[in-house]
């Protein structure tokens, strides 16, 4: 079946460094992704989604990449914030048209002062 | 405001009891989910609805049950047979065409057994 996972449980990165987060797939077939950002004791928060038609895309401080070749997602967070530590979650949708997003574990990013 | 609200925020089942989840939108999105959060672990899917008196079975349906009477509602009940339900419960919608993509989350309940 198809599973998503993250390689590193946890990251800190000081205040004012970029991050990379990474989150690798298994299913070829998956169409979309998205990622999350998730504080204690609260719901997950939306940060930036990308289609499985495009390798890149930008937000406000944060950029997801796509690679389809190696099945690897990453979500890069620049010129970091204490407001920005938080569990980060990436989920793919399967691109067979069952409506629904598998989620992976988590990445907690701590950004120390 | 627009926005996905979830209630209690803490609730407590005693054994053998049944218990229910709230959870009302009024961003008039047909989808609505519910996933079970665990401690350091990632949102497993419960149950979906992409339209009212319809609902499908996610990944962990044994021991819970949904009903979909309104658009805007999506009550969860974790019934008895579901034996360890301490967790942590999220609940989200997102717009027909966006089945499946950018769903908006609720601020989620925490259940506990006494």
């Known amino acids: 079946g198809e599973s998503v996972g993250l390689h590193l449980p946890t990251l800190s990165v000081q205040e004012g460094d970029n991050s990379i987060i990474n989150c690798a797939y298994s299913n070829s077939a998956s169409d979309y992704f998205i990622w999350y950002k998730q504080e204690s004791g609260k719901g997950p928060q939306f940060i930036i989604d990308i289609r499985s038609n495009m390798d890149k895309r930008q937000g406000q401080r944060v950029t997801v990449l796509l690679n389809k070749t190696v099945k690897h997602l990453s979500l890069q967070i620049a010129a970091t914030q204490p407001g920005d530590s938080a569990v980060y979650f990436c989920a793919e949708r399967s691109g067979d048209g069952n409506e629904k997003l598998t989620f992976g574990t988590g990445t907690r990013l701590t950004i120390i002062p | 405001d627009g926005g996905i609200t979830q209630s209690p925020k803490y609730l407590f089942r005693k054994e053998g009891q049944n218990v229910t989840l709230s959870c009302e939108q009024n961003l008039n999105h047909d989808a609505m989910y519910w996933y079970r959060q665990d401690p350091g672990q990632g949102l497993r899917l419960i149950y979906y609805?992409?339209?009212?008196?319809?609902?499908q079975k996610g990944d962990i349906a044994e021991g819970y049950s949904v009903s979909r009477e309104k658009k805007e509602s999506f009550p969860l009940t974790v019934t008895s047979a579901q034996k360890n339900p301490t967790a942590f419960y999220l609940c989200?919608?997102?717009?027909?065409?966006?089945?499946?993509?950018?769903?908006?989350f609720g601020s989620g309940t925490q259940l506990s057994v006494l």
């Open positions: 989200a919608s997102s717009t027909a065409r966006g089945a499946g993509e950018k769903l908006f």
């Open positions: 609805s992409q339209i009212v008196n319809d609902f």
